[in-house]
Nanobody, 113 residues
């Protein structure tokens, strides 16, 4: 069974940066991505990659501000977020897709103006 644990969220000022971590237990297939859910809104796709290779893909709103990298030795995937905006405030989750695992607790990101 795959378990995904997110961490690294916190409070940042607009224009600042945060680096989120996703530790993966178990073997995953397909793709892995970051998602977010802002208060009162549905969950949306932030960015992801395929284990089979190819380019990372990102949501339209990212516009070059975020990037994903991974440390295979640590079974960890990171989301580097730069030039943060107040509208990036949300709970951030990692999960496989198109078939998702049980959603974890996520990590809260709050960006102040």
């Amino acid at each position: 069974q795959v378990q995904l644990v997110e961490s690294g969220g916190g409070l940042a000022q607009a224009g600042g940066s945060l680096r989120l971590s996703c530790v993966i237990s178990g073997r995953t297939f397909g793709s892995l991505g970051w998602f977010r859910q802002a208060p009162g809104k549905g969950r949306e796709f932030v960015g992801g990659f395929s284990w089979a290779g190819g380019s990372d893909v990102y949501g339209e709103f990212v516009k070059g501000r975020f990037s994903i990298d991974r440390d295979n030795a640590k079974n960890t995937v990171y989301l580097q977020m730069n030039s943060l905006k107040p509208e990036d405030t949300a709970i951030y989750y990692c999960n496989t897709y198109p078939n998702t695992q049980l959603w974890g607790q996520g990590t809260q990101v709050t960006v102040s103006s």
